[in-house]
C-alpha cells in the first residue's frame, strides 16, 4: 500500500489511512472507509482541505475483497456472509446449527501474515441469527500472491467450518432404576428437559423400566424404531462400562460400541453405542444435575445427525474440565 496526502476534492475512489473527526470530536468517516463523491461534499462542509489516503499497488487485494473471498471458502452449511466495516467478513447462522470446526486447518490458515480466522468452539449450538464465524485481514490490503495461498488451501482441504443445520430434531429417552423404572423418571426428569431445552428440544419418545437386560433391550428396540436423533439412557445407578447392564442390553440388540470413558469431566463414564446409526449414550449421573457435562458438549452434534466418532470423543480433552 502507498499513503499519501491528497486534495480532498480528488480523493473519490481513494481508501482512508486514518479516522476523520469532526472538530466537536465526533466521529465522521472509519479508517478503511472508500470515499465517495458524496464524502467528498461533506469534507468539504467541515472545512477540510486535504486528507491522508492509500492506494492500492500492483499485486495487492483490498481488505474487503480479500475477506470476501477467504469466507466464501472457508465454511459450508447453514450461514451466510455479512461484510463488516474495517476489513471483516462475518458467519453468521441462517438456522439453529451445529458448529464443526476443523482445528488443525484452522491453525494453519491463521499462522498465515494476510488474514485470520475466529470460530465458535467445535460442536457449539448455534441459533438463528447468531455469529458463528469471523474472518480479518491485514489493514486494507492483502497481498494476491498470500490470498491465493490461503484460499488454494482452503478449496483443497476445506472447509474450516461447517454449519450443520438441526431440522426437526427427534430426542427418545430411557429411564432407568433396579427397582422401579418410574423412579428414575420423576428423579430425572425435570433435569432432562432442562438440558434439552438448551437446544431448542424436547423428549419427544419416553419409556422407563426396571434395570435389567431384558427389559432394557426391549425398550431400547422401541425407541429405535422411530429413529431419533439420540437415544440417552438415564440411569439411578452409575453403570461400570460395556459390561454392566445397560451396556450388556446395547450389544444384545446389535449396537457396536463407539466409545467408553470420556475425558470430561462431569461425565467420565460416558458409554456411547450406535444401532444402525442412531447413537445411544448412557452417562450416569449426568442426569442428576442441570450444570453443563459432557451431554452438552455432544448432544449439538448428534442432534445434527453427525456421527461422532470415539476419536472425537478423546479429542475432548482439551477444555474437558466442567467442573
Known amino acids: 500500500m502507498r499513503a499519501q496526502t491528497v486534495d480532498v476534492k480528488s480523493s473519490t475512489g481513494r481508501i482512508l489511512c486514518c479516522t476523520v473527526f469532526r472538530p466537536g470530536g465526533k466521529k465522521l468517516l472509519a479508517k478503511g472507509h472508500v470515499i465517495s463523491d458524496e464524502d467528498v461534499r461533506v469534507l468539504v462542509s467541515e472545512g477540510m482541505e486535504t486528507i491522508w489516503v492509500t492506494e492500492l499497488e500492483e499485486g495487492e487485494v483490498g481488505e474487503d475483497d ?3 473471498a477467504v469466507a466464501s471458502e472457508m465454511g459450508c452449511g447453514s450461514f451466510e456472509i455479512r461484510l463488516a466495516a474495517g476489513g471483516r467478513a462475518n458467519l453468521v447462522a441462517t438456522a439453529n446449527c451445529c458448529v464443526l470446526v476443523d482445528d488443525e486447518l484452522l491453525k494453519q490458515i491463521n499462522c498465515t501474515s494476510s488474514v485470520v480466522i475466529a470460530t465458535a468452539l467445535n460442536y457449539s449450538y448455534a441459533i438463528a441469527g447468531q455469529r458463528i464465524a469471523t474472518v480479518k485481514s491485514a489493514p486494507f490490503a492483502v497481498a494476491q500472491e498470500q490470498l491465493d495461498a490461503v484460499v488454494g488451501i482452503l478449496k483443497e482441504r476445506g472447509p474450516i467450518l461447517q454449519a450443520r443445520p438441526i431440522h426437526n430434531p427427534t430426542v427418545a429417552v430411557l429411564y432407568s432404576d ?3 423404572g418410574e423412579r428414575a423418571h420423576q428423579l430425572f426428569e425435570n433435569i432432562m428437559r432442562q438440558r434439552l431445552e438448551r437446544f431448542g428440544v424436547s423428549a419427544n419418545f419416553v419409556l422407563a423400566c426396571t434395570e435389567d437386560e431384558n427389559s432394557v433391550a426391549r425398550c431400547l428396540q422401541h ?7 439420540v437415544v440417552l439412557v438415564a440411569s439411578t445407578t452409575a453403570p ?6 445397560v ?7 446389535g449396537s457396536q460400541v463407539e466409545r467408553f470413558l470420556a475425558p470430561v469431566e462431569p461425565g467420565n463414564l460416558m458409554l456411547m ?3 444402525d446409526e ?3 449414550i448412557s452417562a ?8 453443563p457435562n459432557v451431554v452438552d458438549l455432544v448432544l449439538p452434534p448428534l442432534l445434527a445427525r453427525y456421527h461422532v466418532t470415539g476419536w472425537e470423543i478423546a479429542s475432548l480433552g482439551h477444555g474437558g474440565l466442567l467442573a
Open 66 to 68: 480479500a475477506v470476501c
Open 178 to 180: 433396579p427397582i422401579v
Open 223 to 229: 425407541l429405535l424404531r422411530s429413529k431419533p436423533c
Open 240 to 245: 461400570a462400562g460395556p459390561e454392566d447392564v
Open 247 to 253: 451396556g450388556q442390553a446395547m450389544l444384545r440388540i
Open 273 to 275: 453405542a450406535y444401532k
Open 278 to 280: 442412531v447413537p445411544i
Open 284 to 291: 450416569p449421573g449426568c442426569f442428576r444435575s442441570a450444570k
